[in-house]
């Protein structure tokens, strides 16, 4: 069993920014990627940034291109997420969740997530 914990989630001003941590248990760690999600009150849940195992790819939403960078420490068994130039509609609950192999893109995909950290970004 795979537990996953995310933090650094709160409430910032428009166009501040934020950086999430997802501490992940287990020894195989870099052997799949990682995603973090969100999903806004009446939306569905949404892909926001994936990478892969060993962190040569990474793949970004649309809406946070330019903005969001997603990294992870295989040694520490981290995986983070940096977030400038926020804006109101990135308003979420965000996940962290681990995938079934080295590289993922589909949400079925990723089998273990974690309980979610809150942004909200005031306008």
Same mark, same amino acid.
């Given at each position: 069993?795979?537990?996953?914990?995310?933090? #650094?989630?709160?409430?910032?001003?428009?166009?501040? $920014?934020?950086?999430?941590?997802?501490? &992940?248990?287990?020894?195989?760690? $870099?052997?799949?990627?990682?995603?973090?999600?969100?999903?806004?009150? #009446?939306?569905?849940?949404?892909?926001?940034?994936?990478?892969?195992?060993?962190?040569?790819?990474?793949?970004?939403? +649309?809406?946070?291109? #330019?903005?969001?960078?997603? $990294?992870?420490?295989? &040694?520490?068994?981290?995986?983070?997420?940096?977030?400038?130039?926020?804006?109101? +509609?990135?308003? &979420?609950?965000?996940?962290?969740?681990?995938?079934? &192999?080295?590289?993922?893109?589909?949400?079925?995909?990723?089998?273990?997530?974690?309980?979610?950290?809150?942004?909200?970004?005031? $306008?």
């Amino acid at each position: 069993q795979v537990e996953l914990e995310e933090s #650094g989630g709160r409430l910032v001003q428009d166009g501040g $920014s934020l950086r999430l941590s997802c501490s &992940a248990s287990g020894r195989t760690f $870099s052997r799949y990627a990682m995603g973090w999600f969100r999903q806004a009150p #009446g939306k569905e849940r949404e892909n926001v940034a994936i990478i892969s195992g060993n962190g040569d790819i990474t793949h970004y939403s +649309e809406s946070v291109k #330019g903005r969001f960078t997603i $990294s992870r420490d295989n &040694a520490q068994n981290m995986v983070y997420l940096q977030m400038n130039s926020l804006k109101p +509609e990135d308003t &979420a609950l965000y996940y962290c969740a681990r995938a079934t &192999a080295s590289w993922a893109f589909l949400q079925s995909s990723f089998e273990y997530w974690g309980q979610g950290t809150q942004v909200t970004v005031s $306008s």
